[in-house]
């Protein structure tokens, strides 16, 4: 298994305030890149969020492929999105993609 980081765009739709910023952060801690050698050196934030309503997660996730990796990503932040309320339709995510591979542990 490999160890890449994982960023997966969005949008909020409708916005979303400081509070269900603060519980999504607290959703995806779990795969917080900081926790690798890449994420700490590139200080990569788990959760940025943008004046426009569009978001980056950030996430590390062990897998087998690059395309494992992506859809493992997409499902994390799927799933952490889901668990603040919030759905496909008040935030669409984007196509995932390896931000790095992670060479150290």
């Known amino acids: 298994m490999t160890t890449y980081v ?35 050196e590139e200080d990569l934030d788990i959760l940025t969020v943008h004046d426009d309503g569009t978001f980056t997660v950030r996430l590390t ?23 603040v309320g919030l759905d496909d339709g008040t935030a669409p995510l984007g196509p995932a993609v390896i931000t790095g591979i992670d060479s150290e542990d």
């Open 6 to 40: 994982i960023s997966v765009p969005g949008t909020f739709t409708d916005g979303a305030e400081e509070a269900t910023r603060a519980e999504l952060a607290r959703a995806l801690r779990p795969a917080d890149p900081h926790r690798t050698h890449l994420g700490t």
């Open 61 to 83: 996730v062990e897998a087998d492929s690059g395309p494992d990796a992506e859809r493992e990503a997409r499902g994390f932040a799927r799933s952490a999105l889901s668990s």
